[in-house]
C-alpha cells in the first residue's frame, strides 16, 4: 500500500506544483505580506485538494484503506508543509548552513525545495501507510 500511495502523492505533486501552479503563484508566494501569503496559500490549497483528489481515486480504483482522520492529518502536514517550503527561506536557509550558497546561485535551490517537498511526501506516505 506504501508504494501506491507514494504515488499517487507525488503525482498529486507534481500536477498541483507544474500543471496548476499560475505564474502569479510562482511569482510571489515567498514575498512577505498579504500579497505573498495569499500566493502562497493558495498554491498550497491547490496541493490540498489535488492530493485529496488523488486519494479518493485511490481508495475507489485501487481499494486503497486509509481512514479519514489519517487523510486529513496527511492533507493537513501536506498542505503546511509546502506552504513552509514554498516561502523559500528554509531551503536558502538550508543550502547557506550546508555550504551550498554558490549552487544557489547556479538554480540549485529549486533541486533542493524539491527534495524537501518529495521527502514530506514520503513521511505522508510512511504515516497513511502504517
Known amino acids: 500500500m506504501f508504494a501506491s500511495l507514494f504515488v499517487l502523492l507525488y503525482v498529486a505533486h507534481l500536477t498541483a506544483d507544474?500543471?496548476?501552479q499560475?505564474?502569479?503563484?510562482?511569482a510571489h508566494?515567498?514575498?512577505?505580506?498579504r500579497k505573498g501569503w495569499a500566493a502562497n496559500?493558495?498554491?498550497a490549497g491547490t496541493?490540498?485538494?489535488?492530493?485529496?483528489?488523488?486519494?479518493?481515486v485511490g481508495?475507489?480504483?485501487?481499494?486503497?484503506?486509509?481512514s479519514l482522520p489519517a487523510a486529513a492529518a496527511a492533507l493537513a502536514w501536506i498542505t503546511a508543509s509546502h506552504a513552509l517550503i514554498d516561502r523559500?527561506?528554509?531551503?536558502?536557509?538550508?543550502?547557506?548552513k550546508t555550504g551550498?550558497?554558490?549552487?544557489?546561485?547556479?538554480?540549485?535551490?529549486?533541486?533542493?525545495?524539491?527534495?524537501?517537498?518529495?521527502?514530506?511526501?514520503?513521511?505522508?506516505?510512511?504515516?497513511?501507510?502504517?
Open 100 to 130: 551550498s550558497t554558490d549552487w544557489i546561485n547556479r538554480g540549485g535551490a529549486a533541486h533542493v525545495d524539491q527534495t524537501a517537498h518529495v521527502t514530506a511526501l514520503l513521511i505522508a506516505a510512511l504515516a497513511l501507510a502504517a
Open 29 to 33: 508566494k515567498m514575498e512577505k505580506g
Open 41 to 43: 496559500l493558495s498554491h
Open 59 to 66: 481508495w475507489a480504483a485501487l481499494d486503497l484503506t486509509v
Open 47 to 56: 496541493h490540498t485538494v489535488t492530493t485529496a483528489a488523488a486519494l479518493a
Open 88 to 96: 523559500r527561506w528554509p531551503v536558502t536557509m538550508w543550502m547557506t
Open 22 to 26: 499560475t505564474d502569479h503563484q510562482a
Open 18 to 20: 507544474y500543471a496548476l
